[in-house]
Every structure is written in C-alpha cells, then in structure tokens.
C-alpha cells in the first residue's frame, strides 16, 4: 500500500471514528439526569411552569431524541454549525474560539517543558544511576501521585500567599489593565503558576518513559560494542541511546497535545484561568449541552487528528506499517 493510501485510509477511518463519538456524546448527554430548561428558569420553575415549556419549546428540547441527534448531525457536518449556548446565547463556535488560544498558550506550553525536563532529568537519570536516579526516580513517583489541583494549590499558597512572587488567579491585572508588549508580559506573569503546575503534573510520564527505553537501549548489543571500542559514555548516550528513546516519547508527546483543547479543565478552574476547559466545566453546572457537546467535538477532532498524524509519521519511518495487517 502507498503512503498515501494509507493517508487516505487512515482519514477515512478517523472521520468514521470523530462521527461515531460526537452521535455517542450526544445520546449521553441527553440522557444525564437533569434538565437544562429548568436550569435557565431558576425560581421560575416554581412559579410559572409555562415558562419552562416555553423555553423547552424554544431550545428544541422538546422533541424525541433521535430527532434531536440527526438534526445535530446534519448542522455540525454539513452546516459546519455547533449551536447556540444556552447559557450565553451566543454561537458556540465563537466561544470555544474566544477561549481556545489561552488553552492552548497553557497546555502546549506545558507539555513542551514536561517533555525538556523530562528528557533531561532521565538522561542524568541514566547515566548516574545510584542515588542521583533514586533520588530523581522518587520525585517523579511524587509528583505522579499528587493530584494536580492541589499541586496547584500548594504553588499558589508559596508563590501567591507567602511569597507574593505570581498571581493566584485570573489572565491580566484587571485593576490595573495593560496593552501592547506589557499586555502580553503580564499574560505571561499570570501564566506562570498555571504552567508550572501542569508541566509537573505531566513531567514523571517523560521522565518514566523515556529513563526505561534508555535503559533499556543500554542492554542491546550494539551499546555494548560501542563500549567496547571505547566510545565515550556521554556521547553514547546522547547519539545513540537517546535516538532510540525519543520515539516513545515523541508518541505520547504528541497524543498528549491531542488532548490539549480539554486537558487541563482542572488546572483553568483553580487558576481561574479562562479557557476551553473553564468553560466546559461551567457549561456542566447549567447543563449548557450545546457548549458541553462543542467541547467534546473539538476534542474528539483534536485527539484523533494527533492519533493520524503519529501514525504517518511511524508510517513514513518504517514502510511495514502501512504494508501490516
């Protein structure tokens, strides 16, 4: 098969795949106990029950859900429409498209410092194992096991509370609001905390992976022939074991970006930070479905898109993928 059939196929069966989850979303969310238009009533429920109809009426929540489902279908694949919030009465497009470059800022930028540090902390890992990779191993066993919203809470009491370094919350300094360069260096300045606590939370899966692939690595025949013509341990390591370990890293880095857009709800909500993940969370509290079944869409996408491309770029490298049953 040639590399772009099987680009074909793979896209094929991904489209197939995104279609498949947005129809099962969909049926969930519906079915989940609760109703979104006595949500929007509030102390109307109680007062004017024809208020309720009305809104039922108004959002189409009225009709059988198998009508709702294709109808969703029809706008979101063929009108390229995802609805209309519930909440904000505004397109559901335009605010997932408001918030999604602070979700992004935040999540692709922690991934790629998880990944740096991961690489770098596995390489000395590797090459002193004794205390040194003890003692980094048990960090990183730390850091896995500590849930990653009271990380962010333990940052925020040293760094906000006590040591008044970075801000607990928010995007800018709303008291005192900035524009040009200094807009951009106060978003930064607010960022920090929020990034730190997510690369951390994602560091020990690097620092994991990629300490045992090298470990690994150092048992095969070729590192011992290269020890025994004297090449040196340093430069062993990093030409050729560290070669060999990328991949596996490289793979989860990149479905870890798949799962950028609605990866970090937790760390958004403690921060107060105003992305994608904030607004899902929201959307669930008020049972904002057209807002909650956005989200999962743009994620769906987003993972899969990453599932194709590492599949094509293992593809590229090595033709017995494509060609494999």
Known sequence: MSFFAYTLKR??????????IVATN?????????????????????????YIKAVRERWGLDKPLI???LHYLYNVFLRLDLGYSYRYLEPVSKLIIERLPYTLLLTITSSLLAFALGLLTSVI???RLGKTDTALTAS?????SVPVFYLGIMLVWIFSVNLKLFPAAGLIDVRNPKTG????????????????????????????LL????????????????????????RLVRRHVLRNALIPAITLLGLQLGYSVAGAALIENVFGWPGVGKLLLDAVYVRDYPVIMGVFLITS?????????????????????????
């Not at 300490?211 to 340093?234: H, I, K, Y």
């Open 67 to 69: 009508y709702r489902l």
């Open 11 to 20: 896209i094929a069966y991904g489209t197939l795949v995104v279609v498949i």
């Open 211 to 234: 300490r045992d692939t090298m470990v690994e690595v150092l048992s095969e025949d070729f590192v011992m022939t290269f020890r025994a013509v004297g090449l040196d341990e340093g």
């Open 125 to 127: 890992s590797v090459r």
């Open 301 to 325: 996408i987003t993972v899969v898109a990453a599932n194709i491309v590492v599949d094509l770029v293992y593809a590229a490298l090595d033709p017995r993928v494509r060609v494999g049953r």
């Open 140 to 144: 990183s066993l730390v850091l896995w």
């Open 181 to 208: 360069i200094y807009y951009v260096l106060d978003v930064l300045h607010h960022a920090f905390l929020p990034v730190t606590t997510l690369a951390l939370a994602l560091y020990p899966a690097y620092y994991k």
């Open 26 to 50: 969909f049926v969930i969310v519906n079915l989940a106990p609760g109703d979104p238009a006595v949500a929007m009533g509030g102390e109307l429920v109680l007062s004017n029950p024809e």
